[in-house]
């Protein structure tokens, strides 16, 4: 078969590699009909995820079609259309039994092994591990190019997002940053009843976008941008700060703008440590939220997108076939200048 | 009345002021029969706290007999025994409905107003704003020597530790740092099922009090600490983390012992800015509270401890009279030297 | 002033009463500008609500101006437009302080008490004790025909169904009775990502309204409703089954139709015992709430009436003055005969 | 193997059958080293139990050691000491991913399947499926004799009793039964901090060994328990009744109990209908919760008996051989006669 193959730090071939096959009887092998790439990736080819080493194959969201099922499966049939989810999970462990297989300890300490510590999605083929626990099945009612970005990118915005910030009906939230997860937890927001959503981002694409998806307002990142939320809100701030971005400068400005008992809930990687003015934040009664996604919210997702009322499919502004690879990671990696979100990559 | 009068940084006197009277239909005025000091005012001597000025009676806590009853005051009469929280609260405005009246928007926009932003507690008489939704009644079964507590220390060792930590049965929770308000979380700690409570502190009179007061594993604090602790948490760490003392490297010890998943709750008042390691915490699904105590906790500890299932009382080690103020003020500001706890203070 | 003044089972009468005026420095005076007709007060006429007597003004729901400002009272001034809700709340009991004010120990064991315990809101002028915790500003976005309908029916529907039987994003919901109080629990039910609305009623004209306000499902009460709902549910039933009408049969509904797990959230006021079959029951999983509204989400839902996300206008169906005010009660008690739903009523 | 085989009503036998193995890559095979007999298993000799016919092994409780793991399991090896609980769970289904695997779709659409869909635990050997997702390793600090009811009725009565009706610090519990899962929600009711629990009971030996076991207040059934309980707690009822017999006029105790705003806990198995004054509770904002155990705090459990806050050995008050199985059956049977609670059978 053919893979995206890393080849350390900047290096990637879509090449000729051994098809992925069965290695245990809970593993099924799927056949990669849509995938894309996520923001990691590019922190892997900037050789910033030591893990990732030289063969690797890349990626970890995949929709496709089982085409082997291992002699435990009970869940899953050649034939069936699933969705890959960026995480695995046992089912077992501690971790996986609280709903936080993100850092499930079976697979390997943290839930994300696609494209990390086992082959990944970007390729004709993948192994997929403890399947009956961790694939799910896509309804008739949703699209390849809807559910691809249910693999990943819709659960963290919606989980580390709206879910861990305890967004509620009537609540003002802010969006520090419109990339593709920023607008998957605005995309998602109004499940939740919030009553105004304040995107802030650099990019007037992306802020028109913010628009287009579900955002009330839409402030320009910048000197003034705390003093504009603020004033937007009674001078208090808003009930939820999502930070999606992963710089210090973004996660101080969404504490700056959370107004007392409210919610930062962090989405975006971080590579530094941030100076948090603890001396101001103790006495507000604020909490800081963080994670790694742990797609658990996948059912509920499938639900919101099969009843029309999250239009996924408009994450994926731009198409690209397998072949095509360098250039999908081109678009992805400048997406600002090619007015891109999330790209959608296809066997042909 | 005489009353302990603050006149500038470092400077404070014991002296006859204008008796407290009713200023609005609204208000009480309690007579005090016992007080106590906190570490905010010794924060407040120091200087730290801008909004006390000259003239300001200092103390948010006490135990009193009500002696005067404004016109719209329809729960308390003369005579009542009461507790006086740290906390004011108008019970109308939005903070206060959502039961977080430390953020109370009418009495200052923060609930802490006593020897803040209004004359407090250590002094004769106090007047007590909002007496309706402020005050509580204490039960026979509880003494003052036991209520006084109730003020502040116990709350805020409960709410902003134990229940912002989410401390749930059979949970692992550290406390970083023993002094009054660690081990006001460890001895409410038990309320929630904890089953193992791991104190760590530098003072060896401290670690034998949390043993005393329901700790189960006392370490002391310095170079070996996290990993004294993490041996003996399977690796992984505590689910509850939770600083008592409002240091940088306190809040950092605090993070390190956290397990993927837990929670770290922040009670001490810092004075500069904490640099968290974002760039390794963002994945391990963490969440940071902090805040100010709200005292809506006051009739769970109230039942607690009239039940006999909270020994406030074991916070109290040392006893004075108003006229012996000054060296109530040294002996906690010493505490460590003195073997003490916290202090109680009574007319006579 | 005039006012409508129950005369004992079938006898009301609108007529000339002394005005009302402030007896408590916590008393506001309001001037009714729009008030309706609640169910309650059909059954009050009938004879079945034993605590109201003859001489009490009747009504519990307004919109007004507040005339009048008793001494403690620092939330209201005179001119105001205000909400008069159903549950009145001292702000200080148990109760009020766990935000369950329909149990309010201190207004009389109950929260409702206008036109109960005390006089009403169906009066050109109306008394509210506790002004300070109980009356709502109504904002400038909000019209008196939308606010009216937030007093009772809209908090009904929206804490005793929605939020009582624990909605969240990918529910499929029934709601057995889409009267007033049924439709209201409709029109905030995506509040909570409901993703599926099944509106079950015997009457046409109610079921278009429910698809109106939302449903997604409509289906006519009778022997195959329960298969007609299973069938549309996978054979499992609904995960919430909101109850809005108040006989045991409508109730049995409910209980039928929930899947193990689920919650069966009763809303209608009940006048004998329901034959549980806890012989099926106890072992599905299933929790079964009931209770009187306390009027909490108001801030919330007059957020969202403001924000446009609630057409809150649409439950008013019908417009009557004060001196109609048998022709509304005649047109409310037949609402389905003359198509209706809510009826307002004003001055003039 | 030998093991207890039902017969139809009224008939079981200690038999010679066919040693259980394995059948699927997921089970494992079990010796037991311990069991115990349930209530249910009393319901099923009595034929009250459609599903389980003739030739089926009785039991769903067990403790043992694993003697054969089959391909696909990998949590578990030959020669671990297991606990095998009341309800198997497949981990991927709907209900198991949320926790609730007392509805697990995949293993019979409930749960407990051992005894009663399939072979169960009162034999030499047993087969469990699922076995990865279902068993717990049995910590070395926890005995057998303690572990054995942690296989149902410790978790029967802390998740049906304690978590179900939401028992927290301060509150005031009724336990309507003292049976052995009465006694087991005593038991473990102090991880939430109540503050007073009331057991009621006709039988002196059980309201004995209530108080033992952590009630503080025993009240004898009958015409005036209700009365008394009501002048226990300030005339308003209890926080959280807990029914733990499972008749009519026990739940209608139950509800006769509560406090506006509190739970009914039902952990009964009814037989019957029961009539529910709902023209009383309708207006009382109460909640009643029934259910299966699900078993998953058996975690949590573990925990605290391992650490020595949870007493589990003292429910097994008698001690038998495998081939004294009808006797323990007997003494079972007539608990009461013999001051029994429950039975710990092991092989010699």
Not at 1 to 10: D, E, F, I, R, T
Not at 16 to 31: G, I, K, S
Not at 61 to 81: C, H, K, M, P, Q
Request: with cysteine; glycine share 12%.
């Amino acid at each position: 078969m053919k893979a995206l193959v890393y080849h350390g730090p900047g290096q990637k071939a879509w090449e000729e590699v051994p098809d992925a096959r069965l290695q245990e009887p809970t593993d099924v092998v799927v056949r990669v009909d849509t995938t894309t790439i996520c923001g990691t990736d590019l922190h892997i080819l900037g050789g910033d995820v030591a893990a990732v080493t030289d063969g690797r194959i890349l990626g970890h969201e995949a929709v496709g079609t089982v085409t082997e099922v291992g002699d435990a499966v009970r869940g899953f049939s050649v034939g069936d259309r699933v969705l890959v989810p960026a995480v695995t999970k046992c089912g077992r462990c501690e971790y996986c039994q609280r709903g936080m297989p993100s850092h499930c300890q079976t697979v390997g300490g943290i839930g994300w092994i696609f494209g990390h510590l086992i082959d990944g999605t970007q390729a004709e083929l993948v192994r997929v591990p403890y399947a009956d626990t961790s694939l799910y099945l896509v309804p008739d009612a949703v699209t390849d190019d809807q559910a691809i970005f249910l693999a990943d990118s819709l659960p963290t915005g919606y989980e580390v997002g709206v879910l861990a910030g305890g967004v509620r009906p009537g609540h003002t939230v802010a969006v520090v940053g419109a990339g593709a997860v920023g607008l998957s937890a605005i995309l998602t927001m109004g499940l939740w009843g919030a009553s105004r959503v304040i995107a802030i981002d650099s990019n007037k694409f992306r802020l028109e976008k913010a628009i287009e998806f579900g955002a009330t307002d839409a402030v320009e990142a910048g000197p003034n941008a705390v003093a504009d939320v603020l004033s937007r809100t009674d001078g208090l701030g808003v009930d939820v700060a999502i930070e999606a971005v992963g710089y210090p400068e973004t996660l101080l400005t969404a504490a700056a703008l959370v107004r007392p008992g409210g919610t930062i809930a962090n989405i975006g990687v971080h590579g530094r440590p941030v100076e948090l003015p603890m001396q101001d934040l103790w006495i507000q009664n604020v909490t800081l939220t963080m994670g790694l996604v742990d797609t658990v919210s996948i059912p509920t997702l499938l639900t919101m997108v099969a009843s029309g009322r999250i239009p996924a499919e408009k994450l994926g502004t731009h198409h690209f076939t397998f072949d095509q690879m360098d250039q999908a990671y081109d678009t992805f990696a400048h997406a600002a200048d090619h007015l891109a979100l999330k790209t959608v990559i296809t066997p042909a």
